[in-house]
């Protein structure tokens, strides 16, 4: 990586180092165009000066954007105090330039992160890479399918539900686990991103209940009120296609009958994690046959402000029944894309045993 490459992976790490450069270029920009301005300020007024508070509100971090602010403020307003008398107009000028660094100022220091506005853009983005990179189901072997969709609160980019999976190295056994964590949208991404984290970290290498037992103990380390979630675990042989479903206070899967063509409740519910030291955790078991499937889904799917749960249920029992009538393929979005917006986070996952498997 050149020397500019390595500059640019600085800047976008919010380096002191790095801002004091940027600085500095943008300082010396500024008294480049105040010696303009003495000269002959007709080619370089007052105005042209909010261009330099632009670029150090895209890239300089509260402090370096003050000093910025206060250099360009010193030499804008000398400059017109040097050119000629200050008319009605000229106090126009130099009274919006000063409101604007304000302005400017205010909002560089409103920054949660720290950062300036495209830096802490990029971190969402990182952020939202990172929560998809987690819920991608491995590919599977011959005779299986899985599929998700997800959509966040109000239409924004992320959101608190989230999947892991994963898939033993022999290529038997598939591990899935479907959160809700408690919030919505953008609130509630750097929570979601870290509790996936946790169970990225722990899913394969512990059993259902223990899995389950340890992201609730993770949940009351974080001493707050808002710190629980709702999650189901499907463990699946794929061999066979005998599956273990474990229910943290999440709503019921559905498994699909092929051959009454119809979506059936599991009984699995259980207590939401992170509420009590131990939750009660209730387990269903089965065998997917050949055409049939497994559904999970979020509250915000079956769940409204004026809709009760079990009418939610069977809401969604006949959506993915007609969903699926043509085929799978692309069942999960069709589903997903006929829950009613709302203000809340909406995810479906299909797990589908095809009948290739026959």
């Known amino acids: 990586m050149g020397r500019s490459g390595t500059f640019v992976s600085e800047w976008r790490s919010g380096s002191w180092d790095s801002q004091v450069r940027v600085l500095a270029v943008?300082?010396?920009?500024?008294?480049?165009?105040?010696?303009?301005?003495?000269?002959?300020?007709q080619t370089l007024p007052a105005t042209t000066y909010f261009l330099w508070l632009l670029l150090g509100m895209l890239t300089l971090r509260f402090r370096p954007l003050l000093v910025l602010a206060a250099l360009v403020l010193v030499v804008a307003l000398a400059a017109m105090v040097h050119s000629g008398p200050l008319t009605g107009a000229r106090v126009s000028v130099a009274l919006t330039l000063v409101v604007s660094a304000g302005l400017i100022l205010f909002q560089s220091s409103r920054q949660r992160s720290g950062?300036?506005?495209?830096?802490?853009?990029?971190?969402?983005?990182?952020?939202?890479?990172?929560?998809?990179?987690?819920?991608?189901?491995?590919?599977?072997p011959g005779g299986w399918s899985a599929q998700s969709a997800m959509i966040a609160s109000h239409g924004a980019g992320y959101a608190g539900d989230f999947l892991v999976a994963d898939l033993t190295d022999d290529g038997r056994h598939l591990e899935m686990v479907l959160v809700d964590v408690c919030g919505k949208g953008l609130a509630v991404g750097p929570q979601a991103l870290q509790f996936a984290g946790a169970l990225g970290g722990l899913i394969g290498a512990l059993p259902p209940t223990a899995l389950l037992g340890a992201a609730n103990a993770f949940l009351l380390r974080q001493r707050s009120d808002e710190s629980f979630a709702t999650a189901v675990h499907v463990l699946v042989d794929l061999h066979d296609g005998r599956w273990t479903v474990t229910s943290a206070g999440h709503p019921p899967a559905l498994r699909y009958d092929a051959a009454g063509r119809t979506w059936c409740v599991d009984g699995a519910r259980g207590t939401a994690l992170g509420v009590v030291p131990r939750p009660e955790l209730e387990s269903s078991t089965g065998v997917l046959a050949p055409g049939e499937a497994l559904m999970f889904y979020t509250d915000g799917v079956v769940e409204s402000r004026d809709t009760d749960i079990d009418v939610g249920i069977a809401w969604l029992q006949r959506t993915a029944r007609d969903a699926v009538a043509d085929g799978f393929d692309g069942a999960a979005r069709r589903?997903?894309?006929?829950?009613?917006?709302?203000?809340?986070?909406r995810a479906v996952l299909l797990l589908h045993r095809t009948d290739e498997g026959r």
Request: no cysteine; hydrophobic share 40%.
């Open 115 to 140: 950062l300036p506005g495209p830096l802490s853009e990029a971190l969402l983005v990182e952020l939202k890479g990172r929560l998809q990179a987690q819920g991608r189901v491995p590919p599977l």
């Open 26 to 41: 943008l300082g010396a920009g500024v008294l480049v165009s105040g010696g303009v301005s003495w000269v002959d300020y």
């Open 335 to 345: 589903i997903i894309d006929q829950v009613p917006r709302g203000d809340d986070d």
